[in-house]
Structure formats: C-alpha cells, structure tokens
C-alpha cells in the first residue's frame, strides 16, 4: 500500500506527527496517475506543478505548525465542472475545451485556502448529463475494480480517481445521483449535501434547482473532513442557505443505539437485482443487531421520480445551456458562415455531443407553449408530492436507507444506444435532488468484485445523522 492509498483521515494525522510530508503524498498520487491513467482516464487535466507547489506549501506550515486544517497536505481532484482559475474548465465538452476561468469556484477556494493540494480536474460526462461517464468528449472513464466497466457518473472520474489511489479525496456535483452513483459503482463513500448547505458559485450549472456539490473519499470519516471545509452560506450564491455549520468531523460518532431507520417497501422491488437488495437488506439488519430500529415506511410516489426528474432536469438545462452560443464562451464554429442565426447553429452543432442536444431539445419541448402545462408543469406537481412522501416518512425515522443504484457497474457499451435503460438507473437517487434531501453511498460489500452501495438518506439540513448512520456501518462492517 502506497501513501496515496491511505485515508485522509489517517494521512492527516501522519502528517500532524510529521512521519511523512504532502510531498511524499503528491509525489505518490502523482506517480500513481502516470501508471494508471492513461487506461482509467479519470483526469481531463493533472496539474503536476501547482500541485507539488502547493504540497510545499503545506509542509512549510507543518513545519511552522500554523494555519493547519485536516485537509492540509491532502491530494484532492476536482470534477471539471468547477470553475479554477487560470486551470481548464472542459465540463468534458468540445464546446469549453479551452475554456480557462478567470476565477475559482468558492468551494475550490475553500479548499485552496485550507491548504489542500490540488491535484487535477476529472473526467464527467459532458455538463454532467448522464450516468456512465461515457459521455465525456474525451473518452470514457474505466471503472479500477473492472476497466470493461464504467465507473458510473457523471462524477465518474473523481469517483474513480479516490477508488484507485490517484487522488485521496474528490470533489463531484450531484443533480440526480452523480456523487452517490459512482461513488457506489467504485466501491468509495460520496455524499450529497442539503440542497443550499454548498455554495454553488463557480459550479458551472446543469440543473440549478438540483444540483448540489459534494465531498467523495474512502470513508465516512474523510467525507466530513471535506464536508466541514466546503459547507456555508455564500453570498455569492442565492441558493445557499444561512444556517448554522455543524462540525462534521468533531461531531462524528457511531451510536446508533434508538436510531430509527426507514426501509421504503417501493425502492425494493422488480428492477433491483436480488443480489444486491441482499447485500443492503445484510447491512440493514446489522445495524439492526446493533441497536438501530428498522421501520417499514411508504414513498408511494416514487414512480413519478425520473419522470418528473427528467423533465424538469432538462427543462434547466435547456436555459443554463443557452449560454454556450459562440459569443461569450469557448468555441465557436470556424466555417463559412452567413450570418449570426449560422454561426450559432455551427457552433452548438459542433460544440455539443449527443446526450447534450437531446436534453437540450427535449427541455426546449417541454417549456414550450402548448406542452408547458402537460410536462413542465405537471413535473412540478409530481416533485411536490414525492417531496411530500418524505415529509411525511421522516415523522416516524430518523433516517431512510435504499440501495444507491438497481445494480452493480455495467459494461461500457451495454446502455449507451439506449437513453431510457440509462436514464432508469437514477430510480433510486433522483427523488432527493427532487426534494433537495442529502444522501449518501458506503459501500456494503461485494458481488463477483464489483462493488454494491448503500444510500442513506436524510433529512434536510441533518447530514450529522447520515454521517453517523454510515460511520457505525462502516465501523460493525470492519470489525466484522
Ligand atoms: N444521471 C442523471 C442525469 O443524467 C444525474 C446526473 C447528475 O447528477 N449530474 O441527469
């Protein structure tokens, strides 16, 4: 086992001790992305030079013993679609290839200011639309535990990037289960904050009623360590809620004596392999065995979720992605055109991949006059009522737990020619988006070595319980 393989929360206190320093640690993620990346393909941009700068950097204040946070020294990668300055911003397509940030995201600020080392920008599917990472402009990226696999997505190079040592934390975005899916898919822990808990400033948008920024990493444990820097109210950012920043890390704890637990009887049914709803129904009943009270719950409405979702994810996006038309941002289309109606039409056309246009013209569709009030619309009615279904739960659980995906990682190729089957695999994750719920995937075993996820959902605001829940998991599962 290699530095890079370590925990953050083990590293960090290595480097406290000063048995190591965040050179040896960069130098060894570092070394680890030259081996492996030119096959796994989670980076779409590895910034050597800052980053060993910045490892420097902080053994300087290891040495002087100031400014330190857990994160300091700690390799961390970044998804693609927050803005960092003066490094590439791609959103993995053609259309923001070149595109360089005059400023940084206020979460990569954060990060940057605690002294983390920033160690490159990871591979998604374009503008974060899908849920394989196979649609980056630049290639899929391969799943570390099978590279026939994807690694899930659309945060699926930072998910990856964390699972095979090339970084020890990653930041990713989750509009519909983009944290939570690969996280699941990698074997890793990603957890999806409250809607309005992460500054979205510097995010570049998909969906902005659903997206939300979250930490990915090892363990529960590393996740709060990136939870407690990137949280808070931001000025910048309207969505961002003006509540009370609990301590993530110090407040962590594994009692889970008298914890209410929800099993939602509509999240196992057909559709889910069985394999799986066994690895999750084993976790469950662990924590049962160790004092968590396991409640059967409803959320009728579950069935409306991707449809509501995709309506309404694409009904955004057509808006958010108006803005890419050759004048203000990146590229713009280099042939004879006759006028400005051409030069948008070549540029989009050129700029945008596949799964980028259909969104954009099936968002268009749907806010469009005379279908507005059939789709649009009624996706909204649906979104109030599965939010009401947790309201509703969560008098009685502190806490609900389904699978994060119906199955393991699939093969690359095996859903891509088929946007339904794709978009059906978000069944489990999207109603939190929908509902602006914090959720979260830790693994809970295996099948044929490839990894299952467990998805705890909590309620708003109440990412402490999440985190506990899945550090007593966690915890059992180890000593098992
Ligand atoms: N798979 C979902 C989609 O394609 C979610 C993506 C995400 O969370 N960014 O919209």
Redesign the pocket.
């Known amino acids: 086992m290699e530095l890079c393989d370590y925990q953050a929360a083990e590293l960090a206190r290595l480097l406290r001790k000063r048995e190591i320093s965040s050179r040896e640690i960069t130098e060894s993620a570092l070394l680890r992305i030259e081996n492996k990346d030119k096959t796994l393909n989670a980076f779409l941009t590895v910034t050597p030079e800052f980053a060993l700068k910045q490892a420097d950097a902080a053994d300087k204040k290891f040495k002087e013993g100031r400014d330190i946070s857990p994160v300091t020294g700690i390799p961390v990668a970044i998804k693609d679609n927050l803005c960092t300055k003066g490094i590439r911003t791609t959103c993995a397509s053609k259309i923001l290839e070149h595109y360089i940030p005059p400023y940084d995201a206020t979460v990569v600020k954060k990060i940057l200011q605690k002294g983390a080392v920033l160690i490159g920008k990871t591979n998604m599917?374009e503008f974060?639309?899908?849920?394989s990472t196979e649609n980056s402009a630049f290639g899929p990226t391969r799943n570390p535990r099978d590279i026939k696999r994807v690694p899930g997505?659309?945060?699926g190079g930072s998910a990856c990037a964390v699972a095979s040592g090339e970084a020890v934390l990653a930041i990713g975005?989750?509009?519909?289960?983009?944290?939570r899916?690969p996280a699941s898919f990698c074997g890793v822990t990603g957890m999806k904050p409250t809607y309005g808990r992460v500054s979205r400033y510097g995010l570049v948008s998909?969906?902005s009623s659903?997206?939300q920024i979250g930490p990915i990493g090892r363990s529960v444990e590393d996740c709060t360590m990136l939870m407690d820097v990137i949280a808070g109210y931001d000025k910048r950012d309207t969505t961002s809620i003006n509540v009370p920043k609990p301590d993530f890390s110090g407040s962590l704890s594994s009692d889970i004596n008298g914890l209410r637990i929800g099993l939602p009887k509509e999240y196992f049914v057909e559709g889910l392999d069985p394999l799986v709803k066994e690895k999750v129904i084993d976790a469950v009943n662990l924590l049962g065995s160790h004092g968590a009270e396991i409640i059967e719950i409803s959320l009728p409405r579950t069935p409306f979720a991707v449809g509501a979702?995709?309506l309404i994810?694409t009904a955004e996006a057509s808006s958010n992605l108006a803005r890419y038309d050759g004048v203000k941002y990146g590229l713009r289309a280099e042939r004879d055109q006759s006028g400005l109606e051409e030069m948008y039409e070549y540029t989009r056309s050129e700029g945008f991949g596949k799964e980028v246009k259909r969104r954009i013209m099936l968002g268009c569709y749907v806010l469009s006059a005379g279908y507005y009030d059939a789709y649009y619309l009624k996706a909204q009615k649906a979104r109030t009522l599965i939010k009401d279904d947790f309201d509703r739960a969560f008098q009685d659980v502190d806490c609900i737990i389904t699978p994060t995906s119906p199955s393991t990682a699939f093969e690359i190729g095996e859903k891509s020619d088929d946007p339904i089957k794709?978009?059906l695999?978000?069944i489990y994750?999207?109603s939190l988006?929908l509902s602006g719920l914090p959720g979260m995937s830790v693994n809970c075993g295996t099948i044929d070595g490839l990894p299952v996820g467990l998805q705890i959902i909590g309620k708003p605001f109440d990412e402490e319980t999440l985190f506990c829940a899945g550090h007593a998991y966690q915890q059992i599962a180890e000593r098992k």
């Open positions: 599917d974060a639309m899908g849920s997505g659309s945060s975005s989750d509009t519909g289960g983009s944290i899916q998909y969906a659903l997206d979702y995709y994810a794709m978009y695999v978000d994750t999207v988006n």
